[in-house]
């Protein structure tokens, strides 16, 4: 018999992964130590050190990573297993007294940023150039830590010269920043504590979040990807099979944490309107609205690359065939 291969998996804590965490499900030939880490933590670590054989990663953090002519010189190869999914409409954030009453009065001002190139703040630069008329050009960027100071870019970035970008003062934080009106907005993905602590010098730019979220859905049909699955690129040359054997896994985990989530007897998770809030996703969304593969997040994946390129991040436009294991987009005809 052929002995299992062992795999640690750094990954968050999510429904959709804990059938794998837990090894109710396991992939084929494979015995998987999975390690529950904060998405920064994880990121950082595998970014910067490639830690872990397989791991959770942003996103823009992987397409910055791929090498223009050499694709398989990237330290990664990515599965289309998107562990987070997220509308992000509700990370923008302004100062009260910044005269921002709309998105459209972003143009001119200055908009912190943990990281520029975070992928939830690559995907709100498009939509709001896309929709509201703020090219990502038309504001100055301040980056640093949101609520502790010294954060740096976790991935090397080579920006246009044209761009106006600065780091936060030695010492000082976004999330103070913002509130004392140092700048005027901040885009990040977690909410800043100021917000959190009902500070009225704090508030949202879309002040109806959900409304703005299910227009954009409906507009566009989109429901943007943050965090794909990696495996280490040396892990993956030596056991091709690897990626088919996850991804079939964690297709798996994500359809046992679906049918979890639709148990009426007793409410998965502490949200007292969780099942009609599930039913309406499906209405408006269909019944796989977290869906996995390149099947129906074709056109998703395709314009968060065109932000991604058109922002400076990436020297060539990706297409979304060439960011993922072959193994993992071809289905066996049987």
């Known amino acids: 018999m052929m002995a299992r291969l062992h795999l ?11 059938a794998l965490a837990e090894e109710t499900i396991r992939p084929d030939g494979i015995d998987l130590t999975y390690l529950r880490l904060p998405v920064e933590e994880t990121f950082f670590r595998m ?15 992987y397409v910055l990573s791929l090498r223009p002519g050499d694709v398989g010189a990237s330290p990664f190869v990515a599965l289309p297993v998107f562990t987070s999914r997220m509308f992000r409409h509700g990370s923008l954030y302004c100062n009260a007294d910044a005269g921002i009453a709309s998105p459209e009065d972003l143009r001119g001002k200055v908009v912190g940023t943990p990281e520029y190139q975070l992928t939830a703040c690559v995907w709100m630069r498009g939509i709001l150039g896309d929709r509201h008329g703020v090219p990502f050009d038309s504001v100055s960027y301040v980056t640093g830590g949101q609520e502790t100071a010294g954060r740096i870019e976790k991935a090397s970035v080579d920006l246009p010269d044209s761009l106006r970008i600065s780091r936060v003062p030695e010492g000082r934080t976004l999330s103070a920043m913002l509130a004392t009106g140092e700048i005027d907005a901040l885009c990040t993905p977690r909410v800043p504590s100021p917000f959190v602590a009902g500070d009225p010098r704090v508030r949202r730019v ?15 049909g989109i429901f943007p990807i943050m965090h794909v699955v990696v495996i280490r690129r040396d892990v993956y040359d030596r056991h091709r099979w690897v990626a088919q054997s996850l991804y079939k896994a964690l297709l798996a985990a994500k359809d046992e944490a679906y049918a979890d ?19 309406e996703a499906r209405a408006l969304m269909g019944k ?6 390149l099947d129906g997040n074709h056109a998703t994946l395709a314009t968060f690359l065109r932000y991604h ?11 979304p065939e060439e960011l993922f294991a072959p193994e993992s987009t071809e289905s066996a005809v049987i």
């Open 8 to 18: 640690t998996f750094a990954c968050g804590d999510y429904d959709r992964t804990r």
């Open 206 to 220: 879309f002040p109806d979040v959900v409304a703005s979220e299910k227009e954009y859905y409906a507009a566009t």
């Open 288 to 293: 796989d609205f977290w869906s996995y593969g």
């Open 261 to 279: 989530l639709y148990d009426t007897s007793a409410l998965r998770f502490a949200l007292p309107w969780l099942i009609p809030q599930l039913e």
């Open 47 to 61: 970014m910067r050190h490639q830690e872990f054989e397989v791991a959770e990663m942003s996103l823009s953090s």
């Open 309 to 319: 390129h058109e922002q400076g991040l990436s020297t060539r436009r990706w297409t």
